[in-house]
Every structure is written in C-alpha cells, then in structure tokens.
C-alpha cells in the first residue's frame, strides 16, 4: 500500500509539465516515471534509485519549490519501505519542512512519514508525535493508505514495549484503514488482524473466542488468494500473511489445550497451492508424513510450555521431488523453526488425485508443539 493521493497529484502536475517541454529532456518526469514503474513491479532499490535522481533534478532546477517536496517524500517513503528508518529521516525531514498551505504535500501526509522515520531511529517523543498524526488520520476518515504502516509500526513498537492494550488499539486503527473491497487492502487488513490477536492474547482478560475470530478473519480474507500459484513459484505476500495468521491460531488453540479448555471445531488450515497451474492438470493431493520428529532439548521444552506453533512449507518439483523444506511462519519459541528445518528435509511426500495429475507443489502445512512435548 502507497501513498497513492499524493503520488497521483505529482504524476498529473510532472505529466503537465513533460507535455510542455515536448521535445526537450525532462530528468525529472524520466526518473519520477522510472520510480513509479519500479515501485510496481515491487523492485524497491531501483525505485529509491529513482527517486534520488528524481529529487536531485528538481532541487538543481527548482531548489525549494517546484515538486521538490512531494519527491522528497517519495524518497523517504520508498526508503521506510525497504525498512530503512535512518535513510528515510533526511528527506522526510526536508518534505515536511517545505509543506505550506495548498502545496503539493498533504500536511498530515509529511507528518505521517515523518513519524515513522523518527521512531524507526528512535528519536526522543516520536511515538508521541506519530500517534498524534494516526489520531488524526482517524478522525479525517480519508487517510487509509497513508495511515496504515504508521499504526501497524507504531503498534508493533507498542507491543514490543508490553503495552499490549494500546498495540491492539493501534492494529485495529490499521484494520479499519485498510478497509476496502481492493485486493491488497484485504491483505493488509488481514496482517493487521494478526497484530491485533497477537496483542490480544497477552491481555488477560480477553475472551479466547475473540482471539479466536481475529486469527479466523484474517485466514479467510487470505485463504483463497494465498492459493494461487506465483511467478517462478516464489512465495507471495498473501501466502506469507496466510502462514503468520495460522501459526497464531494454532499457537492459540495450543494454550487453549494446555489450560484444558475447548479449542473449539477442528478445521484444517493445511494449504495446497498448484505450482504450475497454467498447464491445466490439476495438482495431485500431498500429505506429508512428518518423520523424523523434531528434537526438542528439555530446556526449550520448558521454554515452550505455554505452546508454540509453526507453518511449514514443503515444496515438490514436477517429479515430485522434496525441493525446499522450511519454516516461513513462526508463533512462540524462535528455537523451534530451527528444530523443524533439521529434519523437515527429509520428509516424505504421498500422493493421491486422478492419473497423470501434477506433482509441482507447494504445500504449507501447520506444526504444533504440545505441552505433553508431542
């Protein structure tokens, strides 16, 4: 999700001005074009490399006017979104500096990127001034875009702090901006949804079956996206949110069956995705006979006690050979993951459908630790 209100308004003024100058070369509009078009195929580096010599043009043409401000805040944008804080405060700094009434740059918009990158380098009363601005995103009602990665990194910050009850008002913030019938609206509505379980199961005195729809909601805005198969066989980033969303749940239900309380209906969140889907055979069902187990040394049993839980994906070429076996999702003890990659290589896969059905699969499946160290 990108600033998208802000984006658009640079385009129509740097498209008003490339048709004036027809013939004569514009670094400007060449590098804003070449960042946009990074920026949609997903290539980040080269989009901040856009955006550098975007804004380098028009400060040597323009120095503060022109659409210096806008691109400065192109540039740390792009950069908060490679998870570059420190290299984002500059320019973020230089676009709300120039913000002035009726100019290309929203205000809150500058205040928003601005936020973020002062939390990310820990500035003093950051999460103050980031959560003044997502306050405001709230009550404006129009800021969707702009305000969902402050208050999904904001509420990560205020859970990481134990301060789980503000972390929960932050994720639900993030839900509702990214509210929207769009694809990756529902996608990041479903990462925000997982945030919010995550806190609500270190607040006590939330109802399981509330955590329980949080994780269940998030599954089933992913579900049927997470499986569809993707270029060159690559993890996407809805299959991700799938895998996170499931982990937690079954981290949830674990604690759940270490208190003795119902878990509530069993449903299976194991997910098939056809890896060569364009050649119209349909997959071959996969179960994957997960032996040997995991190891776990008594000191981790302990540490995981209170559950922990993990989605794996396994993945076959199209002789139906194990090519890649791992954890890609990971709810409580971080030894864990590394237990499962030890032998998850050495699995077996069975397969069942009808003759001559596709082997090439991907197949991620949940791994749960019990309390009875099962």
Avoid: K
């Avoid at 509009?29 to 028009?58: D, F, H, K, T, V």
């Avoid at 420190?86 to 290309?104: C, F, I, K, T």
């Avoid at 596709?358 to 991620?364: C, D, G, T, V, W």
């Amino acid at each position: 999700m990108t600033n998208i209100r802000t984006m658009l308004a640079a385009l129509a003024i740097l498209v008003t001005a490339g048709s004036a100058v027809a013939q004569t070369s514009n670094p400007i509009l060449e590098n804003y074009r070449a960042y946009e078009a990074a920026l949609a195929a997903g290539n980040l580096l080269a989009a901040e490399r856009a955006a550098i010599a975007a804004l380098a043009a028009s400060e040597a043409r323009d120095g503060d006017g022109g659409r210096t401000a806008v691109l400065a805040l192109n540039l740390a944008n792009v950069r908060l979104q490679r998870g570059l804080p420190h290299d984002a405060l500059a320019p973020a700094q230089r676009a709300s500096g120039l913000v002035r009434e009726g100019g290309l740059v929203e205000p809150l918009d500058a205040a928003l990127t601005l936020g973020r990158a002062e939390l990310g380098t820990g500035r003093p009363g950051a999460a103050t001034r980031l959560r003044n601005a997502i306050n405001q995103a709230d009550a404006r009602g129009d800021m969707g875009d702009e305000a969902y990665a402050a208050a999904m990194e904001l509420g990560a910050a205020e859970l990481n702090a134990s301060r789980p009850a503000e972390a929960r008002r932050l994720f639900l913030l993030a839900a509702e901006f990214a509210r929207g019938g769009g694809e990756a609206q529902r996608v990041a509505r479903a990462d925000a949804l997982v945030s919010q379980g995550m806190a609500m199961m270190t607040i006590e005195t939330t109802p399981a079956y509330s955590i329980a729809r949080v994780f269940d909601d998030a599954i089933e805005l992913t579900r049927d996206v997470a499986r569809r198969s993707t270029p060159n066989e690559e993890l996407s980033h809805t299959q991700i949110v799938y895998a996170r969303a499931a982990a937690w749940e079954q981290l949830h239900r674990s604690r759940l069956s270490a208190m003795d309380m119902p878990e509530g209906p069993q449903v299976d969140r194991a997910l098939l995705v056809d890896a060569n889907s364009s050649d119209g055979t349909p997959v071959c069902a996969l179960t994957v006979r997960r032996l040997p187990a995991p190891t776990y040394s008594e000191g981790l049993r302990e540490r995981m006690i209170n559950g922990s839980a993990a989605m794996v994906l396994f993945r076959t070429n199209s002789a139906g050979e194990t090519v890649e076996a791992r954890t890609i999702a990971l709810a409580g003890a971080e030894e864990m993951a590394r237990e499962i990659n030890v032998v998850a290589p050495r699995w077996n896969a069975s397969y069942s459908g009808a003759a001559g059905c596709s082997r090439a699969a991907l197949y991620l499946f949940p791994v749960r630790f019990y309390v009875d160290g099962n």
